[in-house]
């Protein structure tokens, strides 16, 4: 079997996780591109490649259980196995004036929808993934969270957090938490999972204010990188560890 490691990013057709990709393939991954929209993938495959990483496009609506079984056949065929899986696709929400998401009128179909992307979805592809990643010597899985999902941080009036975003913020903290089931569950193995915290980052995801997703990919990459003493169910951004 080939040395290279092979790397599935998912919504890495822009923003952080193309970052990701194009970090991970510097380093000398296979990147399989997750992404929905076909044209994005294919540019981002193109562009990845001018920059000569080596990159492949995977279909991937990490919502639809039939787009994930296909994905997941794709990189068997294209691979035979998985080393490395960011879970990096992820939505907002609707917002409101302000960028805020009023627990008191919050519409459920949005808090459902960002459920189903933040959550349900990572669990749907790490799933998927499994048998694959299962093949590697080293599995790696990194899961896109936030700060805002620090119930900690958001409990204390001390820590800024920007505003308050009841649908968006719980799925971060729901993500954690699932972080932490699959780290038990993979106790004495050597799949390492863990969630990594970008900060704010100027992409569409934010109309464009924050620090650049090159900058922003770093604590992902190294997460998907680690030694096999490396940490795993813990949560970290730039600077370490960031409270539950």
């Given at each position: 079997?080939?040395?290279?490691?092979?790397?599935?990013?998912?919504?890495?057709?822009?923003?952080?996780?193309?970052?990701?990709?194009?970090?991970?393939?510097?380093?000398?991954?296979?990147?399989?591109?997750?992404?929905?929209?076909?044209?994005?993938r294919a540019s981002a495959v193109e562009k990845l490649r001018a920059a000569g990483v080596d990159a492949f496009g995977v279909p991937l609506d990490v919502t639809d259980d039939q787009s994930v079984t296909e994905a997941a056949e794709l990189i068997e065929r294209q691979a035979g196995r998985l080393d490395v899986l960011?879970?990096?696709?992820?939505?907002?929400?609707?917002m409101g004036p302000g960028w805020v998401q009023d627990p008191t009128t919050l519409d459920l179909d949005v808090v459902r929808k960002v459920m189903e992307t933040n959550v349900i979805g990572v669990i749907r592809v790490t799933n998927a993934m499994l048998p694959l990643l299962r093949r590697s010597a080293s599995p790696r899985i990194v899961n896109a969270s936030s700060t805002v999902g620090s119930v900690t941080w958001?409990?204390?009036?001390?820590?800024?957090?920007?505003?308050?975003?009841?649908?968006?913020?719980?799925?971060?903290?729901?993500?954690?938490?699932?972080?932490?089931?699959?780290?038990?569950?993979?106790?004495g193995t050597n799949i390492l999972i863990n969630a990594a915290c970008p900060g704010l980052v100027a992409t569409d995801f934010t109309g464009g204010y924050g620090r650049p997703p090159q900058e922003a990919a770093a604590t992902a990459i190294r997460l998907a990188t680690l030694p096999d003493?490396?940490?795993?169910?813990?949560?970290?951004?730039?600077?370490?560890?960031?409270?539950?």
């Open positions: 079997m080939s040395e290279t490691k092979i790397a599935l990013v998912t919504g890495a057709n822009k923003g952080v996780g193309y970052e990701i990709a194009a970090g991970l393939g510097a380093l000398g991954h296979r990147v399989g591109v997750g992404a929905r929209d076909e044209a994005r960011v879970n990096n696709a992820g939505i907002s929400g609707e958001q409990a204390d009036p001390n820590v800024d957090v920007g505003p308050i975003m009841a649908a968006y913020a719980p799925t971060k903290s729901y993500l954690n938490a699932v972080t932490v089931q699959y780290a038990r569950q993979f106790a003493d490396g940490p795993t169910g813990s949560f970290f951004n730039d600077e370490g560890v960031i409270p539950w």
